[in-house]
């Protein structure tokens, strides 16, 4: 992914954005998703909607399994929090990545004996 250009980025959310409510930022959430799935399955992003910018109930599936995924409550909105993960760029989360994997192969601290 991050070879590839990295994933559209979601601009800052004030007030949650829900199913059947239309925003520009809907439309980048869609990017968003549709850039990681085609990244992880190697296949082309679906066709969009008619209007990207309509919050529909699909998409309201699929913000859920990525809030389950990111450990944020799996509500189907697209509140500031999400916004916020959605954000985050696709160098930041390898980083991420690496840093994690760093401290697994260190392993956990030793206990001070007693």
Do not use: C, Y
Not at 41 to 51: S, V, Y
């Amino acid at each position: 992914m991050v070879k590839a250009g990295g994933w559209p980025k979601v601009d800052a959310v004030t007030v949650t954005i829900k199913p059947g409510q239309t925003d520009r930022r809907v439309a980048q959430a869609r990017a968003r998703l549709d850039a990681e799935a085609a990244a992880l399955t190697g296949q082309p992003a679906p066709a969009p909607p008619l209007n990207p910018e309509h919050f529909d109930t699909t998409l309201a599936g699929r913000i859920k399994v990525f809030q389950r995924h990111h450990q944020l409550e799996p509500d189907g909105t697209l509140g500031k929090l999400t916004a916020q993960e959605m954000s985050v760029s696709a160098e930041q989360r390898l980083r991420q990545i690496e840093l994690n994997l760093a401290r697994w192969r260190i392993g956990p601290p030793e206990e001070p004996e007693t």
